[in-house]
């Protein structure tokens, strides 16, 4: 069990709960969290929004059972975190685009700040799309050279890609089914899947997808996967 050090509202049915956590981590990666003895059956996946001084942030929307009870956990509560899992976005040496949709704005931030602290002088631009209220995007502001925010429209509607850069990405199925057409298939584009998981761990075949090169599990396959491997 972890120790939970804050747990937040930061917007409706958005929270922040931060969790002492002691290991590595690579954006893009997410935990499996259970907080509840036998009902939901299941724990629930949730990617690591941020990680420093001993705790990993996770920003997360209230939507069924298991979300809610996660929100009503105070400071000073346990919580079972099995992960990190997956195998998280790659280490790209040059300018990219980061575009979120939603909640899938979540993995982003971690994935920026460590961008930032490893290749200073390249340049972040991020799209951050959301339905009826922006969250979090004040965060991206202080570090990402451009913020594109956009409320109740496209987001890829927005986005514009230069020669150099890679394209990376998470929000609903959707929006990166769309960033898909937006983006020349001659730019890297990788997108973070979200899909129904039962174990986390490969082991269920429970989030198994259909891709043009086989079978493929979103959580140990993924949840990252390049535009080629999806036929995007
Ligand atoms: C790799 C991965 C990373 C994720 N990261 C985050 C995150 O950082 N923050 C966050 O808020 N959520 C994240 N999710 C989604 C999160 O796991 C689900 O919202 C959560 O499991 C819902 O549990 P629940 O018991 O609250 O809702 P349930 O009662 O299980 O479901 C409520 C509603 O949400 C839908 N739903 C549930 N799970 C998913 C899912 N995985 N994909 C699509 N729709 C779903 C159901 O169909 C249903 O309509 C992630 C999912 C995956 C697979
Ligand atoms: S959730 Fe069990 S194999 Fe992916």
Redesign the pocket.
């Known amino acids: 069990m972890a120790l939970i050090k804050q747990n937040k509202q930061i917007a409706k049915n958005i929270f922040l709960m931060d969790v002492s956590y002691d290991g590595k981590i690579f954006p893009g990666q ?1 935990f499996m969290l259970r907080a509840w003895d036998v009902d ?1 059956l299941l724990p ?4 690591v ?1 941020d990680y420093h001084d001993g705790a990993v942030s ?11 009870i996660l929100s009503e956990l105070e400071a000073g509560d346990d919580v079972s975190l099995v992960g990190p899992l ?1 195998n998280g976005f790659p280490d790209v040496p040059g300018d990219i685009v980061l575009v979120g949709g939603g ?1 899938g704005t ?2 982003l931030y971690y994935l920026l700040r460590g961008h930032k602290a490893k290749y200073p002088d390249s340049h972040v631009r991020v799209y951050l799309g959301f339905s009826d209220e922006s969250y979090g995007d004040e965060r991206f502001s202080e570090l990402a050279d451009d913020v594109i925010v956009d409320i109740g429209g496209f987001i890829t509607d927005k986005v514009e890609v230069k020669a150099r850069d890679t394209v990376l990405a998470c929000g609903p199925d959707v929006m990166l089914r769309a960033l898909s057409q937006v983006v020349p298939k001659e730019n890297p584009l990788y997108l973070s899947l ?4 039962a174990c986390g761990l490969g082991v269920c075949l429970g ?1 198994n997808i259909e891709t043009p090169e086989g079978n493929r599990k ?2 140990k396959d993924g ?1 990252v996967f390049r535009r080629e491997e999806l036929g995007l």
């Open positions: 997410f939901p629930r996946p949730i990617s929004h996770f920003l997360y929307q209230v939507v069924g059972k298991g979300t809610r997956g909640i979540a993995p979200e899909a129904r998981m989030c979103v959580c949840p």
